[in-house]
T-cell receptor, first 116, second 115 residues
């Protein structure tokens, strides 16, 4: 089944404790992206990757890191989480490559992160 | 900076009504516009994608139009059903300069269709 998977689905952690949220897709998509969703602020893009070893900042990259060493995986790293990073996080992928814009996106189920 | 606005923020209609959701964007340098559906506590599901060169796309009871020059898109839902109840979001794939690869979402319209 074609899908985007995220782990963990729920995470409660403390301020400053490094964490990684994994994202994996099995559709051989070139484009992958991370978003956070907050009440009243909507869905905002954190980082995106056009292909392996190519990553770029979205609108809210502060406090986050990403890497794209393999085509299928795009982990989101919080080196020192803070309470303002409490949010619902979504990973997404799409087929598109350079020069054609972001095509139809497939979203993961979301990761609910709470930082205390 | 691209800004996407969706109107109305919430809509409640009786079953069977035809309805229109609106999405506007400030920068017309886009590759495409997508409409998504989000059910409570779930991820987003893509409904329709309109390329910047297209005027509309249809899928079943859904029809999406795009007027790139005026920065507007509408999602038309025919003969609404209770199962259509969800949050509907639009997103633009930006084309200008350093925005390439960025997507900007609207805040969504919460739709409730009551029997």
């Amino acid at each position: 089944e074609a899908q985007v998977t995220q782990n963990p689905r729920y995470l409660i952690t403390v301020t400053g404790k490094k964490l990684t949220v994994t994202c994996s897709q099995n559709m051989n998509h070139e484009y992958m992206s991370w978003y956070r969703q907050d009440p009243g602020l909507g869905l905002r893009q954190i980082y995106y990757s056009m292909n392996v070893e190519v990553t770029d900042k979205g609108d809210v990259p502060e406090g986050y890191k990403v890497s794209r060493k393999e085509k299928r995986n795009f982990p989101l790293i919080l080196e020192s989480p803070s309470p303002n990073q409490t949010s619902l996080y979504f990973c997404a992928s799409s087929l598109s490559g350079f020069g054609v814009g972001v095509s139809e996106q497939y979203f993961g189920p979301g990761t609910r992160l709470t930082v205390t | 900076k691209q800004e996407v606005t969706q109107i109305p923020a919430a809509l409640s209609v009786p079953e069977g009504e035809n309805l229109v959701l609106n999405c506007s964007f400030t920068d017309s340098a886009i590759y495409n516009l997508q409409w998504f559906r989000q059910d409570p506590g779930k991820g987003l599901t893509s409904l329709l994608l309109i390329q910047s060169s297209q005027r509309e796309q249809t899928s079943g009871r859904l029809n999406a139009s795009l007027d790139k020059s005026s920065g507007r898109s509408t999602l038309y839902i025919a003969a609404s059903q209770p199962g259509d109840s969800a949050t509907y979001l639009c997103a633009v794939s930006n084309a200008g300069g350093t925005s390439y690869g960025k997507l900007t979402f609207g805040q969504g319209t919460i739709l409730t269709v009551h029997p």
